[in-house]
């Protein structure tokens, strides 16, 4: 067995190979370093473990709403494969792509205001996610991605919010004031949050025309939408929107120094007024109509125990 030859007596060696001679040295801690070990510098070199460290301490750019620069959308892809996919098992469950509603699980996803206040809370939030159609579902999709820059602007965390709050604030206004028999379903609520969004962070950055121009193509292409689906719902387009700019507000106005703070308590503000006008309703909603669900057909009770609509 040969022993691999040893570097000169007093020789510098690397400080993390220690069998490798160097004349070369950190221009940052001064240690000896060899070529494996350092990354060119405006003036010499670094070593490694000082590039590393640099990191480390280094503050990253971020936007006006703390996001860090730089990052990729991927909260809106994940929620477009999620609405895309729920859109196909729904026609496929009820072997028609332009009535996929014809089955017993997207009704029992969609929001029945009744049903709700009966106790089927989750309703408000996965109704956001079923669509009427190819036509409807590739209308919001396509809107999302058009408003994907939000989420680069805000953060996922604050996307986050964002697009939930828009989505049970529409729910909200759909529950809080629509009719009692009114079955919703759709993204359009949180899209409009983002719509209501976006103008909140052209007039935040002061973005030209030609900004505003692209959003107001979005709003006519949904408000088009909206008229020509008799059953997507113009008050969750309202709650959204409302909700949406609120919260929007929020995370672009908070001062810098409190940012956290501020923008959680923004956050908290506008999640309270949704449960809120929840709260408030489901009393009104069960004196009015008492109703059980037995795969499609809806039952509804009045307290005095007369029928009052089935569906």
């Not at 026609?91 to 029992?108: E, G, T, Y």
């Not at 995370?251 to 409190?258: D, E, H, Q, T």
Request: some cysteine; hydrophobic content about 50%; overall charge positive.
């Amino acid at each position: 067995m040969t022993t691999p030859p040893q570097p000169g007596a007093g020789a510098p060696v690397c400080f993390r190979h220690h069998d490798r001679e160097t004349r070369i040295k950190c221009n940052r801690c001064g240690r000896s370093a060899c070529p494996d070990c350092l990354v060119d510098a405006a003036v010499g070199f670094h070593c490694v473990e000082c590039v590393a460290d640099a990191r480390r301490t280094t503050r990253r750019a971020t936007t006006v709403a703390g996001a860090e620069i730089g990052t990729k959308p991927l909260l809106v892809p994940v929620l477009i494969a999620i609405n895309v996919g729920l859109f196909v098992l729904t026609a496929a469950l009820a072997s028609n792509v332009f009535d996929n509603q014809r089955s017993d699980f997207f009704f029992s996803l969609a929001q029945y205001n009744p049903l709700i206040a009966g106790g089927d809370w989750w309703r408000p939030l996965t109704a956001g996610f079923l669509h009427y159609g190819p036509l409807h579902v590739a209308v919001n999709m396509f809107s999302l991605w058009v408003l994907r820059d939000l989420e680069l602007l805000l953060g996922r965390l604050r996307f986050a919010a964002l697009y939930l709050l828009s989505l049970l604030g529409g729910a909200a206004a759909v529950y809080a004031f629509g009719s009692l028999g009114t079955l919703a379903v759709g993204a359009s609520g949180a899209i409009y949050g983002l719509l209501g969004g976006m103008i909140v962070a052209f007039v935040r950055l002061k973005r030209g025309k030609h900004a505003v121009m692209n959003i107001v193509a979005v709003l006519g292409v949904n408000l088009v939408i909206s008229i020509s689906i008799p059953q997507i719902s113009l008050l969750a387009h309202l709650g959204g929107l409302i909700a949406g700019a609120l919260v929007t507000g929020a995370l672009l106005y908070a001062p810098p120094a409190k940012r956290t703070a501020y923008q959680a308590g923004g956050i908290a503000l506008v999640a309270v007024a949704i449960i809120g006008m929840f709260a408030i309703r489901t009393p009104q909603i069960r004196d009015e109509a008492q109703c059980t669900a037995r795969g499609q057909q809806i039952f509804c009770y009045a307290p005095s125990g007369s029928d009052v609509f089935d569906t």
